[in-house]
Structures are given as structure tokens and as C-alpha cells.
Nanobody
Framework: QVQLVESGGGLVQAGGSLRLSCAAS????????MGWYRQASGKQRELVAA???????NYADSVKGRFTISRDNAKNTVYLQMNSLKPEDTAVYYC????????????????WGQGTQVTVSS
């Protein structure tokens, strides 16, 4: 199995920055895609940013130019640098790991972290 442990959330004023981290542990050989999703109160979970092991990235339009995703494949860790934060970025941010290859074979589903709260005050 896989455990995703997130850190770095908190309270910040508008215009500030936060850096989220997510480390995957388990009998992992590789992870194809790691990313971040968020869910604001009363809204559906949405993709924020994702990155493949090869370096391809995908960002939500609302965060382009402000957020940067990066990975350390050797450590199975993904980061999200969030700059110029806005109150509308307030949400619980979830780490996601998809298309995992374990030492014994491929995973049958994606994995999620427990979520970390990001609150941006105006």
C-alpha cells in the first residue's frame, strides 16, 4: 500500500506564499503522475496541478503563473509552490498519486493524501 503524507498548509494573507509537500511511502518502484487537487467548502474537488515522472505538467487556468509544481522522483515527493495567493485559493489541498508501479506490479487505483488546509485571508 501507499501512504501520502502532506505538509505545508496554513493561514496566509492575500499576496503571500506557501509551499506544500507530499511524500509517498511504501513498496514503490515508480509513480507516473503526482499532483494536487483542492476542494473548497461546498464545491467539487478540482485539479490544481499535476506532473508526470517525465516532467510534463498540467495546471488549472486559475493558478497558471502563480503556482509551480515540482517533483523529486527519487524521493517520491511532490511540491506545490503557491505565490500571490488569493482568498479564492482557500481550500483543502489533497495530494494524489496515480499509475503507481509497486515492486510486485502495478497499482489498481490511485491514492490520496489526507488533505491539508490552506486559508488565504483578505
Amino acid at each position: 500500500q501507499v501512504q501520502l503524507v502532506e505538509s505545508g498548509g496554513g493561514l496566509v494573507q492575500a499576496g503571500g506564499s506557501l509551499r506544500l509537500s507530499c511524500a509517498a511511502s511504501g513498496s514503490i518502484r515508480s509513480i507516473n503522475t503526482m499532483g494536487w487537487y483542492r476542494q473548497a467548502s461546498g464545491k467539487q474537488r478540482e485539479l490544481v496541478a499535476a506532473m508526470t515522472s517525465g516532467g510534463s505538467t498540467n495546471y488549472a487556468d486559475s493558478v497558471k503563473g502563480r503556482f509551480t509544481i515540482s517533483r523529486d522522483n527519487a524521493k517520491n515527493t511532490v511540491y506545490l509552490q503557491m505565490n500571490s495567493l488569493k482568498p479564492e485559493d482557500t481550500a483543502v489541498y489533497y495530494c494524489n498519486a496515480d499509475r503507481i508501479l509497486f515492486i510486485w506490479g502495478p497499482a489498481h487505483h490511485e491514492y490520496w493524501g489526507q488533505g491539508t488546509q490552506v486559508t488565504v485571508s483578505s
